[in-house]
């Protein structure tokens, strides 16, 4: 089974950016939509953002505008670039390919002062 292991976590003010990483064991994010889910403490995880393997990228409504999706196949990684986050942004990350119900481990991701 493909590995998918997430990065880039940490602490971060309020209005700073973070840019997490979703690497894979082997290169086939081309050939598959993959997705950020992130899970507040407490809360029910939820979708955050996806990239399909044609490219098109989809955002929930809280993230739209301060978020980005992008793929590097060659790289074998996927990441998602977050700006001007906020307190309300902190969760665990999670990448996620829905199809094979492969998902990481998680990243921790705070936003506080």
């Known amino acids: 089974q493909v590995h998918l292991v997430e990065s880039g976590g940490g602490f971060v003010q309020p209005g700073g950016s973070l840019r997490l990483s979703c690497a894979a064991s082997?290169?086939?994010?081309?050939?598959?939509?993959v997705n950020w889910y992130r899970q507040a403490s407490g809360k029910q995880r939820e979708w955050v953002a996806s990239?399909?393997?044609?490219?098109?990228?989809s955002y929930a409504d809280s993230v739209k505008g301060r978020f980005t999706i992008s793929r590097e196949d060659a790289e074998k990684k996927v990441y998602l670039q977050m700006n001007s986050l906020k307190p309300e942004d902190t969760a665990v990350y999670y990448c996620n390919i829905a199809s094979l119900r492969i998902w990481g481990q998680g990243t921790q991701v705070t936003v506080s002062s």
């Open positions: 990239i399909l393997s044609g490219g098109f990228t």
């Open positions: 082997k290169s086939f994010f081309r050939n598959y939509h």
